[in-house]
């Protein structure tokens, strides 16, 4: 075979593999950037509800000192915490 017809084919076959390469690190990192969108949407989602049970937990802390140590003010936390997490879960429905 001539040596310049194998350079040809050479050329060819590192042209094809280059292309497919190209395309599967595209894929990938579309796959990257989707991923990325989603771990930033749990880390929004977290962070607002961190807020949410911070704002809670004041509110406890400021009931205990003014009220007292009861398991009235527990509960009341507890049932504003469970309105709240309802209220998301059906909004999400």
Do not use: C, H, W
Request: a positive charge; zero cysteines; aromatic letters at 8%.
């Amino acid at each position: 075979m001539d040596p310049f017809m194998q350079m040809d084919i050479f050329f060819v076959i590192a042209a094809i593999g280059f292309v497919v390469f190209a395309v599967l690190l595209a894929i990938i990192l579309v796959y990257v950037i989707i991923l990325l969108r989603t771990l930033n949407r749990v880390a929004l989602n977290v962070e607002e509800e961190a807020q949410s049970l911070k704002e809670d937990l004041d509110a406890a802390r400021a009931s205990v000192k003014r009220e007292g140590l009861g398991l009235l003010s527990l509960f009341g936390f507890a049932g504003k915490a469970g309105t709240r997490l309802l209220k998301k879960k059906r909004a999400r429905s």
